[in-house]
T-cell receptor, first 114, second 113 residues
């Protein structure tokens, strides 16, 4: 089945220790998104890639970076995680061939910062 | 700018009762509208979407939603709640062009036996 895959599902890191979360997709979608979701809140868009074009949200901290080496993979790098970065991180994809650009989500990675 | 408002952060129903989750949108142009469901520690799963075809949209798990332009609403309903419907539900709006989906704050649905 075509899908969005996130690894790992749970990630524990230490305060200030860089961490990378990964997302892959078999949908061949050209757009990939990263969201941060804190407890009992809506997902908050951090950035997205339209093909190779990177689009950063204005209020995304510089501590968050992303890489998209190819169509299938996208990474979220947190350079110096703080306690406030503990959250669920969701990856999503969409296709410009779909006029509604419906987003399809992965299962998420829950990040814990100690 | 477009946005959605979900009325009621928590809704509780009895098993077998009608489920009604409210969503109102604000958009200057006809939008695309979505309902997603999120189970604990999981990602968002698409329930249904409105893309300007039929105003009554049927989704998975017996859910449906009706687009009412005059009321700027897109409420989600299910005739008979099941225990497995307990989850967080998000309404979202997207413009006709562009990657700019906006989520509502979410409604947590509890189903009582």
């Amino acid at each position: 089945d075509a899908m969005v895959i996130q690894n790992p599902r749970y990630q524990v890191t230490q305060f200030g220790k860089p961490v990378t979360l990964s997302c892959s997709q078999t949908l061949n979608h050209n757009v990939m998104y990263w969201y941060q979701q804190k407890s009992s809140q809506a997902p908050k868009l951090l950035f997205h890639y339209y093909d190779k074009d990177f689009n950063n949200e204005a209020d995304t901290p510089d501590n968050f970076q992303s890489r998209r080496p190819n169509t299938s993979f996208c990474f979220l790098d947190i350079r110096s995680p703080g306690l406030g970065d503990a959250a669920m991180y969701l990856c999503a994809t969409s296709s410009y061939r779909d006029i509604s650009e419906t987003q399809y989500f992965g299962p998420g990675t829950r990040l814990l910062v100690l | 700018a477009q946005s959605v408002t979900q009325l009621g952060s928590h809704v509780s129903v009895s098993e077998g009762a009608l489920v009604l989750l409210r969503c109102n949108y604000s958009s200057s142009v006809p939008p695309y509208l979505f309902w997603y469901v999120q189970y604990p520690n999981q990602g968002l799963q698409l329930l249904l979407k409105y893309t300007s075809a039929a105003t009554l949209v049927k989704g998975i798990n017996g859910f449906e939603a009706e687009f009412k332009k005059s009321e700027t609403s897109f409420h989600l309903t299910k005739p008979s709640a099941h225990m497995s419907d307990a989850a967080e539900y998000f309404c979202a709006v997207s413009p006709a062009m562009g990657n700019d989906m906006r989520f509502g704050a979410g409604t947590r649905l509890t189903v009582k036996p």
